[in-house]
């Protein structure tokens, strides 16, 4: 058994993040060096995690789902993210950000209609906010228009850096639908991709999370039934802020993830190398090195624990604001600061075997810049702990 893993979690949530583990160490990890060199994506790997039990974990059973808590998806993502960070950012994605929103904020016609598929992998989701030259301002920079034309909206607009956004088959899409009311003025659509005037403009290649599918998607004279928009005219703010910090908070057992891997390849590797006649691991240095990422896995994992357990507490549309803003705000901050410092010392470690592109290691270390960018840069962060602790 891997060194730090938890003792902490209840006998449900272990035989959760067991499960997962064991469906990830022996299905997913040998699919990690081919999507990394070619950025190929598996096309089995969702209706495959459906049969098993790992799609629509928040969703309500009444359409498909298994509505279990927010703490156990968090600890799917760590396990998935501990073997094939990739495809567990693309899960991610699908079950966080395009299943539970449609879950919080669908009405029971869209539930019948989108849940059930996306539920059994037959869909893959994504979600459509950023746009080329917006960045943290994704809000107030929105471009991408949404006419009302009798009982359709006509879409047009491009969106930028869409994770699944080549294989999706269903995206979550923000729109201007009053030009003139700047981020109070947008609204939330279901898309489907099959949809006349959908296009990917193209594939992105990605320094790291290679094989998750990121893409630029053009959205050019779309027409998209009325009854698609999620709730009213103009709400699609209160789309994004019902999940906003609940998205936010799944990047840390990602990171989390990520670093229990690199140890222990880390302290393998140690024991193994032989230097002027002993393992490295005889070294102080090398020690030192092994102590340190020991203190940031296990507190970073202790924070991400209760973190995810807040959001359970909080729930869909009472984020946004307050402890729970910052909080995971603060979670999100610290796993992916702490990432990068796992993974430096790891590829330390390692050496000269760490800089080369193919290792496990270096594959993991082209990971962490993602986790302090994405989903609010750091400094994004950083505004946003300040402001609710100068808010009190």
């Known amino acids: 058994m891997p060194v730090g893993w938890s003792s902490r979690l209840g006998p449900d949530h272990q035989a959760i993040l067991d499960q997962a583990d064991k469906y990830a160490r022996s299905e997913l990890h040998s699919l990690a060096d081919r999507m990394d060199a070619e950025e190929w994506w ?98 107030g920079s929105m471009r991408t228009k949404a006419i009302r034309d009798g009982n359709d909206y006509v879409i047009s607009g491009n969106k930028i850096y869409i994770t699944n956004g080549p294989i999706a088959d269903v995206v979550l899409l923000y729109a201007k639908t009053d030009p003139d009311a700047g981020s109070k003025g947008i609204s939330a659509f279901l898309v489907e991709t099959d949809t006349p005037g959908f296009k990917v403009a193209q594939k992105l290649q990605k320094m790291g ?50 670093c229990e891997r690199a140890f222990d390849l880390s302290v393998d590797y140690a024991r193994t190398r032989q230097q002027f006649g002993q393992p490295i691991a005889s070294f102080q240095m090398i020690q030192s090195r092994l102590a340190e990422m020991y203190v940031c896995i296990e507190t970073m994992r202790a924070y991400t624990y209760q973190v995810l357990a807040r959001c359970d507490e909080t729930g869909h549309g009472e984020g946004g604001r307050g402890e729970i803003h910052a909080q995971t705000a603060a979670s999100v901050l610290y796993a992916a600061n702490t990432l990068n410092r796992v993974l430096d010392n790891a590829v330390q470690i390692h050496g000269g075997a760490g800089y080369i592109w193919e290792s496990e290691i270096n594959r993991l270390f082209r990971a962490t810049k993602l986790m302090e960018i994405g989903a609010g840069t750091t400094e994004i962060r950083k505004l946003i702990i300040a402001g609710e602790i100068l808010a009190r």
């Open 42 to 139: 598996p096309e089995t790997f969702m209706p495959g995690l459906s049969r098993i039990g790992f799609l629509g974990l928040n969703a309500p059973p009444t359409h498909g789902g298994l509505g279990l808590d927010f703490l156990s998806t968090g600890l799917v993502a760590q396990a998935f993210a501990r073997w094939n960070h990739a495809l567990a950012l693309a899960w991610v994605v699908h079950e966080n950000l395009c299943i539970a929103n449609i879950s919080a904020n669908a009405d029971e016609a869209q539930k019948a209609r989108f849940l059930p598929k996306l539920c059994s992998g037959e869909w893959v989701g994504a979600l459509g906010l950023t746009e080329p030259g917006a960045g943290s301002d994704a809000l």
């Open 209 to 258: 999370w290679r094989g998750s599918q990121t893409a630029e998607l053009v959205f050019d004279g779309m027409r998209v039934p009325a009854s698609n928009r999620l709730r009213g005219e103009n709400e699609g703010v209160k789309v994004v802020m019902s999940g906003l910090d609940l998205e936010r908070a799944m990047i840390s057992p990602l990171c989390l993830g990520i």
